[in-house]
């Protein structure tokens, strides 16, 4: 199970069942369909399925995953994932986050983004860390840039632009 993490505006936690009513609302936000897919969410029952499958099953087989952001105030609420994974068939430690639009532009992502790179960079101890983008995400791209990330050489040309992703990684001093 990933810890839960703590910076000034955020409570960083792992997901739970509880929380299907925020996937819903998540996974089929316009932003999310445009630049990581539909999940086929579109019930509750779809998003108990979405958690129990993703990242409640990636706790329990690699005590990582994506977690919920919850804004601290005024009111504690859910505005968004963020937190570290392993795609299947992949080696690679992936930083992957996600905002509600209402959230967007006020630095959250950053915060919590900075909170998973020191967890994994400290506690991990990675030498490494990853993150895709959809090629026309220009925010999350800029995001990571301010991060400090590295933007891996393109995708073959003769891929669909329309799921065309970029490859960005950051290393870690040892």
């Not at 000034?8 to 932003?31: C, G, M, Q, Y």
């Not at 129990?52 to 804004?71: K, Q, W």
């Not at 959250?108 to 998973?116: N, Q, V, Y």
Request: aromatic share 6%; charged share 25%; net charge negative.
């Amino acid at each position: 199970m990933p810890p839960a993490l703590e910076t000034s505006r955020l409570r960083l936690r792992p997901l739970t069942e509880a929380d299907a009513p925020f996937i819903l609302k998540l996974v089929n936000d316009a932003d999310w369909l445009a630049y990581i897919g539909d999940k086929s969410v579109h019930s509750l029952e779809d998003a108990l399925r979405y958690l129990r499958e993703g990242p409640i099953a990636m706790y329990a087989a690699l005590g990582i995953g994506l977690c919920a952001m919850d804004l601290k105030a005024p009111e504690p609420r859910p505005v968004g994932l963020c937190g570290l994974l392993v795609r299947e068939g992949s080696p690679d430690v992936e930083l992957g986050y996600a905002l509600l639009p209402e959230a967007r532009g006020q630095g959250l992502m950053r915060e919590a983004a900075l909170a998973w790179m020191n967890y994994g960079d400290r506690q991990l101890k990675l030498r490494e860390m990853h993150a895709y983008t959809h090629a026309e995400n220009d925010a999350s791209q800029a995001l990571l840039a301010r991060l400090g990330f590295a933007l891996l050489p393109p995708a073959p040309p003769d891929e669909d632009p329309a799921t065309v992703r970029r490859h960005w990684r950051l290393s870690f001093s040892a």
